[in-house]
Nanobody, 115 residues
Framework: QVQLVESGGGLVQPGGSLRLSCVAS????????MGWHRQAPGKQRELVAA???????NYADSVKGRFTISRDNAKNTVYLQMNSLKPEDTAVYYC?????????WGQGTQVTVSS
């Protein structure tokens, strides 16, 4: 069984920063990629950022230059540093991993950007 636990969400003012963390534990074999998605009320879940085992990254156009994804392979942990946050970044953020045995998702953490 694989578990993903996210942390770091919260309420922040526009222009502020947050750092999300996601730790994967359990029967994990060969993580190929890790990433973050988000879902705002009334909208579909969308990819925010992804990173491969080797460190190659991919970002949604809306977050390029503001968000940075990174990972610690030894700790099975992925991070999302979010700077210059905007109200439109408000959403539930989900961590996910892709492994030899399938894809897994975290329970989500709320990020609210508001003054």
């Amino acid at each position: 069984q694989v578990q993903l636990v996210e942390s770091g969400g919260g309420l922040v003012q526009p222009g502020g920063s947050l750092r999300l963390s996601c730790v994967a534990s359990g029967s994990i074999f060969s993580i190929y990629g890790m990433g973050w998605h988000r879902q705002a009320p009334g909208k579909q879940r969308e990819l925010v950022a992804a990173i491969t085992y080797g460190g190659s990254t991919n970002y949604a156009d809306s977050v390029k230059g503001r968000f940075t994804i990174s990972r610690d392979n030894a700790k099975n942990t992925v991070y999302l540093q979010m700077n210059s946050l905007k109200p439109e970044d408000t959403a539930v953020y989900y961590c996910n991993i892709a492994t030899m045995s399938g894809a897994y998702w975290g329970q989500g953490t709320q990020v609210t950007v508001s003054s």
